[in-house]
């Protein structure tokens, strides 16, 4: 063997390929000019004065956290977006047509709400006619609620029927679309917001500004979402990014020439033109004119692809603690640290901030606060130049009518799904070809059903699966429509969308976004083992969202489909890695009643009246789970139990006893595998030894809970539940709502009944381990109705 001397050998260093995405530096855009001109950067100094005292109240009066360094450091970017650029009509906070801020970086919820309270404010004191009724406002009366409770029981709070800003913004506040803040969902959650607004609008559909920092950046799903942003050309999408280095325990989040970054070894323009992305790079993000100009240069762009423009900027600049200090904590309450935040705003209005005196009470807390929040309202109303932006605010609505924003010639149809006899649980289309004695799959059932939805609502359902969408069928409901990945600018009309492969992560976010814009329904799949847990917080968050927008502004749920495909055992041959029963444990009644229904359907037929009643029901998240096997479609009557239509009321008796006879007890199922095994192999057996039991199924939850208690009690009494058997192909809690006693929760047979994960081999192999094959339930069978007999003679 030979002994090679590597050690000439010289590293190089790779450059990027060409790109769609192009690069730009500030310099030489400033070259043709600033669309501001030195009165006008007054003008915006003087207004950002007025924005960096109310971050400083607003912390000060909110002392325990509120994130003021980013709130400030972005703000100056913000302000140029709302009053130079962005189309929309300020009474109309939810109309479709309107350009959107969405505030990815929710942490900068204060900046959010001094930035939305002051343009209210503005337009208040100058153009008051422009506003919409204070429901649809966020007034300085509101900003007493920040980060208060609803039930928050304080005189001001009461008298101004305040409302309750939450931590991380939420569609309870007005021009809020989306629930953001958790761990990077903010930006592909935005994603799907301009995917939904591209699709329906088509080459004019609104701009989605999005607001983050770098270190919101970090997140695994953030550069999914961008891999997806770039493959189906969101050209609607305008990232700004307050790269300010500074996260709750960083000065140095990105590396920085050649300094090691403490997280990541990239910088935000190296990570968005790797991405395709048209990178602006603003090497001084407090100065107005740069800031202007990269954001109308941006605007100028017409190469389709998305942009994001970097500042350089200083986390809580000029507040008086910089940096990581300011991310998530500012000055004491009514420190000098403080008063000296707002001293530049003393000095330019000639106005004295209200010192705090007396004892520090809630209600006295508030009385200051107000206070402080009226001689901000004085400085506004005394300063006639702050007119020039209450006029932008009206020059955003005569630009978005001159857009004259319409829909798309063949737009989506999404609401005729949901009007009277165009589908119902009852009448299974036809083409979905549910014949007694075929076989089929689940999945392709599924499939095939979002696929005829899909075509009466004009292409209303949009599509993605993690690399799975043959295995999990989803290609199916794209059927129809054009082949290939959706592509804004060549592949329009498809319905199967592109998210950076493998990537549950972004996936959820975006359907959830996609779904939030209230044109689409989105749909997500991915092995049940990981999306029930990857897709968990973006579910969540929609669900916050949906719930928090008809709460306080009325409508309905926009429901988003999540499914958990392979799931269960029979998905034995993949090992336990991926035939996971622990998936409905996750989400089954996790949520809120309304927010989350799931789906277990057990064979093909149950599959439509499922899913339809699901949809009727609207709720935020619709989670079908389903099998990767083929499996028969059942003879029900050749069987003697109930029609798969009987599933649409959650939990229904595949069989009741002969009252004529002794019942000898009640057998309670859930989950396809162990359900088939039961009724194709053991229900027969017991048939012929003579056995007389109730059999139930368990279909969904959530949809058997939506029922008025007394139906609940009819359709699974009480006294059965207290006697009954529970098998189950998931875990043993998601049948502690079924079985009530305490020896018939011991005695379930669940998966892990043997204390351990399952190993691998064919789905016979794997039930059989756990103790879920027919002969094994037999015996136990058996043995429970032993016991039963025993104990009612007792």
Same mark, same amino acid.
């Given at each position: 063997?030979?002994?090679?001397?590597?050690?000439?050998?010289?590293?190089?260093?790779?450059?990027?390929?060409?790109?769609?995405?192009?690069?730009?530096?500030?310099?030489?855009?400033?070259?043709?000019?600033?669309?501001?001109?030195?009165?006008?950067?007054?003008?915006?100094?003087?207004?950002?004065?007025?924005?960096?005292?109310?971050?400083?109240?607003?912390?000060?009066?909110?002392?325990?956290?509120?994130?003021?360094?980013?709130?400030?450091?972005?703000?100056?970017?913000?302000?140029?977006?709302?009053?130079?650029?962005?189309?929309?009509?300020?009474?109309?906070?939810?109309?479709?047509?309107?350009? +959107?801020?969405?505030?990815?970086?929710?942490?900068?919820?204060?900046?959010?709400?001094?930035? $939305?309270?002051? =343009?209210?404010?503005?337009?208040?004191?100058?153009?008051?006619?422009l506003l919409p009724d204070e429901k649809y406002q966020l007034r300085f009366e509101d900003l007493l609620g920040f980060r208060k409770n609803p039930t928050t029981n304080l005189p001001l709070f009461n008298k101004f029927k305040s409302k309750a800003l939450d931590g991380h913004p939420t569609p309870a506040t007005p021009h809020v679309r989306v629930a953001t /803040?958790?761990?990077?969902?903010?930006?592909?959650?935005?994603?799907?917001?301009?995917?939904?607004?591209?699709?329906?609008?088509?080459?004019?559909?609104? !701009?989605?500004?999005?607001?983050?920092?770098?270190? /919101?950046?970090?997140?695994?799903?953030?550069?999914?979402?961008?891999?997806?942003?770039?493959?189906?050309?969101?050209? @609607?999408?305008?990232?700004?990014?307050?790269?300010?280095?500074?996260?709750?325990?960083? %000065?140095?989040? &990105?590396?920085?020439?050649?300094?090691?970054?403490?997280?990541?070894?990239?910088?935000?323009?190296?990570?968005?033109?790797?991405?395709?992305? @048209?990178?602006?790079?603003?090497?001084?993000?407090?100065?107005?004119?740069?800031?202007?100009?990269?954001?109308?240069?941006?605007?100028? +762009?017409?190469?389709?692809?998305?942009?994001? *423009?970097?500042?350089?900027?200083?986390?809580?600049? !000029?507040?008086?603690?910089?940096?990581?200090?300011?991310?998530?904590?500012?000055? !004491?309450?009514?420190?000098?640290?403080?008063?000296?935040? &707002?001293?530049?705003?003393?000095?330019?209005?000639?106005?004295?901030?209200? =010192?705090?005196?007396?004892?520090?009470?809630?209600?006295?807390?508030?009385?200051?606060?107000?206070?402080?929040?009226?001689?901000?309202?004085?400085?506004?109303?005394?300063?006639?130049?702050?007119?020039?932006?209450?006029?932008?605010?009206?020059?955003?609505?005569?630009?978005?009518?001159?857009?004259?924003?319409?829909?798309?010639?063949?737009?989506?149809?999404?609401?005729?799904?949901?009007?009277?006899?165009?589908?119902?649980?009852?009448?299974?289309?036809?083409?979905?070809?549910?014949?007694?004695?075929?076989?089929?799959?689940?999945?392709?059932?599924?499939?095939?059903?979002?696929?005829?939805?899909?075509?009466?609502?004009?292409?209303?359902?949009?599509?993605?699966?993690?690399?799975?969408?043959?295995?999990?069928?989803?290609?199916?409901?794209?059927?129809e429509f054009h082949e290939g990945f959706f592509d804004s600018v060549d592949n329009p009309e498809s319905r199967i969308l592109s998210i950076g492969g493998i990537c549950e992560d972004?996936?959820?976010?975006?359907?959830?976004?996609?779904?939030?814009?209230?044109?689409?329904?989105?749909?997500?799949?991915?092995?049940?083992?990981?999306?029930?847990?990857?897709?968990?917080?973006?579910?969540?968050?929609?669900?916050?969202?949906?719930?928090?927008?008809?709460?306080?502004?009325?409508?309905?749920?926009?429901? $988003?489909?999540?499914? %958990?495909?392979?799931?269960?055992?029979?998905?034995?041959?993949?090992?336990?890695?991926?035939?996971?029963?622990? &998936?409905?444990?996750?989400?089954?009644?996790?949520?809120?009643?309304?927010?989350?229904?799931?789906?277990?359907?057990?064979?093909?037929?149950? *599959?439509?009246?499922?899913?339809?009643?699901?949809?009727?029901?609207?709720?935020?998240?619709?989670?079908?789970?389903?099998?990767?096997?083929?499996?028969?479609?059942?003879?029900?009557?050749?069987?003697?139990?109930?029609?798969?239509?009987?599933?649409?009321?959650?939990?229904?008796?595949? =069989?009741?006893?002969?009252?004529?006879?002794?019942?000898?007890?009640?057998?309670?199922?859930?989950?396809?595998?162990?359900?088939?095994?039961?009724?194709?192999?053991?229900?027969?057996? +017991?048939?012929?030894?003579?056995?007389?039991?109730?059999?139930?199924?368990?279909?969904?939850?959530?949809?058997?809970?939506?029922?008025?208690?007394?139906?609940?009690?009819?359709?699974?009494?009480?006294?059965?539940?207290?006697?009954?058997?529970?098998?189950?192909?998931?875990?043993?809690?998601?049948?502690?709502?079924?079985?009530?006693?305490?020896?018939?929760?011991?005695?379930?047979?669940?998966?892990? =009944?043997?204390? &351990?994960?399952?190993?691998?081999?064919?789905?016979?192999?794997?039930?059989?381990?756990?103790?879920?094959?027919?002969?094994?339930?037999?015996?136990? *069978?058996?043995?429970?109705?032993?016991?039963?007999?025993?104990?009612?003679?007792?």
């Amino acid at each position: 063997m030979n002994n090679p001397d590597y050690t000439n050998v010289m590293p190089l260093i790779p450059g990027f390929a060409s790109r769609r995405g192009k690069y730009f530096e500030l310099n030489e855009i400033l070259k043709s000019g600033s669309p501001l001109d030195d009165d006008t950067v007054q003008l915006f100094e003087r207004l950002d004065t007025v924005y960096r005292a109310l971050c400083a109240i607003l912390f000060n009066f909110v002392p325990t956290s509120g994130h003021p360094g980013g709130s400030i450091s972005s703000g100056r970017i913000v302000s140029s977006v709302l009053y130079n650029f962005l189309d929309f009509d300020i009474a109309k906070p939810f109309a479709d047509d309107n350009d +959107l801020v969405v505030y990815a970086a929710g942490h900068k919820a204060l900046g959010l709400y001094a930035m $939305w309270a002051l =343009r209210n404010e503005v337009v208040k004191a100058f153009l008051p006619e422009l506003l919409p009724d204070e429901k649809y406002q966020l007034r300085f009366e509101d900003l007493l609620g920040f980060r208060k409770n609803p039930t928050t029981n304080l005189p001001l709070f009461n008298k101004f029927k305040s409302k309750a800003l939450d931590g991380h913004p939420t569609p309870a506040t007005p021009h809020v679309r989306v629930a953001t /803040g958790a761990s990077g969902v903010g930006i592909p959650a935005s994603f799907g917001l301009a995917l939904g607004a591209l699709d329906y609008f088509g080459g004019n559909a609104p !701009k989605i500004h999005v607001i983050e920092g770098e270190g /919101g950046m970090t997140p695994g799903r953030v550069s999914e979402a961008f891999a997806a942003a770039s493959a189906m050309r969101l050209h @609607n999408v305008c990232l700004h990014i307050d790269f300010n280095q500074a996260s709750i325990d960083s %000065n140095r989040v &990105c590396r920085e020439g050649e300094l090691k970054g403490d997280y990541v070894q990239w910088n935000p323009m190296e990570l968005c033109y790797l991405h395709d992305f @048209n990178v602006i790079h603003v090497d001084d993000g407090k100065d107005f004119r740069s800031i202007a100009a990269a954001q109308a240069f941006a605007g100028s +762009l017409n190469n389709k692809m998305p942009t994001a *423009i970097v500042y350089r900027t200083v986390k809580g600049w !000029k507040y008086g603690i910089e940096g990581r200090a300011s991310h998530g904590a500012g000055h !004491k309450m009514n420190s000098e640290g403080y008063y000296a935040a &707002c001293k530049e705003f003393e000095e330019m209005y000639a106005l004295k901030i209200p =010192r705090f005196d007396g004892e520090q009470t809630q209600e006295n807390t508030e009385k200051c606060f107000y206070e402080t929040l009226t001689t901000i309202r004085k400085a506004i109303d005394g300063d006639k130049s702050l007119s020039f932006f209450a006029e932008s605010i009206a020059k955003s609505k005569e630009r978005l009518q001159k857009k004259n924003r319409v829909p798309v010639d063949n737009k989506p149809e999404l609401g005729h799904i949901y009007e009277d006899k165009v589908i119902s649980p009852d009448d299974i289309p036809a083409e979905l070809n549910i014949k007694t004695g075929e076989t089929t799959t689940l999945r392709a059932v599924l499939g095939s059903s979002l696929g005829y939805i899909n075509r009466i609502s004009n292409g209303a359902i949009l599509g993605v699966a993690a690399d799975l969408l043959g295995s999990t069928s989803v290609n199916l409901l794209g059927k129809e429509f054009h082949e290939g990945f959706f592509d804004s600018v060549d592949n329009p009309e498809s319905r199967i969308l592109s998210i950076g492969g493998i990537c549950e992560d972004a996936i959820g976010g975006m359907m959830a976004g996609l779904s939030a814009y209230g044109k689409h329904i989105g749909v997500s799949s991915s092995y049940g083992a990981f999306i029930s847990a990857m897709e968990h917080t973006a579910a969540r968050l929609h669900g916050i969202g949906e719930q928090n927008k008809v709460m306080h502004y009325g409508g309905h749920f926009n429901t $988003w489909i999540l499914i %958990n495909a392979h799931a269960g055992l029979k998905t034995g041959e993949d090992g336990p890695t991926h035939a996971d029963p622990q &998936c409905l444990q996750l989400i089954q009644e996790n949520f809120p009643p309304e927010i989350m229904i799931t789906l277990t359907p057990w064979e093909p037929g149950e *599959i439509w009246p499922l899913l339809v009643e699901g949809l009727k029901k609207r709720p935020a998240v619709l989670s079908p789970f389903v099998t990767r096997p083929n499996e028969l479609i059942m003879d029900r009557k050749k069987l003697n139990i109930a029609p798969a239509s009987e599933a649409v009321k959650g939990v229904y008796a595949l =069989r009741n006893a002969d009252k004529k006879q002794k019942t000898d007890g009640s057998i309670i199922l859930q989950e396809s595998g162990v359900t088939i095994e039961f009724v194709t192999k053991v229900l027969p057996r +017991l048939d012929k030894e003579g056995y007389n039991i109730n059999v139930y199924h368990i279909s969904s939850a959530e949809l058997y809970d939506a029922h008025p208690k007394e139906e609940r009690e009819a359709l699974l009494p009480y006294e059965i539940r207290n006697t009954a058997m529970g098998i189950t192909g998931f875990t043993m809690p998601t049948m502690y709502k079924w079985i009530t006693s305490f020896e018939g929760r011991y005695d379930i047979l669940h998966p892990f =009944r043997n204390g &351990c994960y399952l190993g691998s081999g064919t789905a016979e192999s794997v039930l059989h381990q756990a103790g879920l094959d027919a002969e094994s339930m037999y015996k136990e *069978i058996l043995k429970y109705i032993e016991k039963n007999n025993k104990r009612r003679k007792v």
